[in-house]
């Protein structure tokens, strides 16, 4: 989602769900892994698989990764609709 001129912390969210909480920490794994490796970048995450949200914020992006329920509870898609979905896969 890009939310570039609509918020001044962040220009993007990545906005992801899992099944399970096993799955939100390998989805949250795999990312960090990833942009370690090809962009140098460590950051911490917040939250636990168990509450149903992970964040990881890299500054000009920030990726949440939740469960299902915690996913349609949030509604980020609908709290910044001002923001324009480049992509939107199921």
């Known amino acids: 989602m890009d939310l570039n001129g609509v918020t001044p912390f962040t220009d993007y969210f990545v906005i992801c769900s899992g099944t399970s909480g096993r799955m939100l920490k390998a989805l949250m794994k795999a990312v960090l892994d990833k942009v370690r490796v090809e962009h140098k ?4 995450i917040e939250g636990q698989p168990i509450d149903g949200w992970l964040l990881a914020d890299y500054g000009d992006v920030i990726l949440h990764v939740f469960s299902e329920d915690q996913r349609i509870n949030y509604a980020l898609e609908d709290l910044w609709a001002e923001g324009k979905i480049l ?4």
């Not at 970048?41 to 911490?44: D, G, N, P, V």
């Not at 992509?87 to 199921?90: C, E, I, S, T």
């Open 41 to 44: 970048i460590k950051t911490k």
């Open 87 to 90: 992509l939107h896969v199921q």
